[in-house]
């Protein structure tokens, strides 16, 4: 089993004749944790190690301990809630009463997404919105206390 203990932005140059690549597929709840037993898209499996609170992103690449496989973390496709409208205020709006429930939020111009969830979807209907339920990958913003791979 693969120990992939520490995250990179960027692949890194190989490092030895034994280098090896693989990919990590996983839903955004998933990339949430910190300590997650995972199977590689090619079926290796892997425990991930890292520390407390970290947040992995589509496209970073994690390390196993022995510095000879880097993995590519790619987001899953998930069923998102996706609100679009051209008023600014009503989109501020959605945005303030799903940040104050701690709803993890992506956001874009003119649009904001969450994951799939039907009492949400009251709730943002309430306000004048529309909601169209799409399959996307969801990479919502890290928020104001995210720790970047290079903080400590």
Partial sequence: MLHLCERVEAKPASRSETWREGCLTLSFEDRRKSRLRACLDDGREAAILLPRGTQLRDGEYLLDDAAKVAVCVKAAME????????????????????????????????????????????????????????EGRFEPEAGGYAQGPHEH
């Fill in 79 to 134: 069923t998102l809630s996706v609100v679009r409208t051209a008023d600014l205020h009503l989109l501020v709006r959605a945005a303030y009463h799903l940040g104050n429930r701690h709803v993890p939020v992506q956001l874009g111009q003119g649009w904001l997404a969450y994951r799939h969830d039907h009492v949400l979807d009251g709730l943002v209907c309430a306000l004048g919105l529309t909601i169209a339920c799409e």
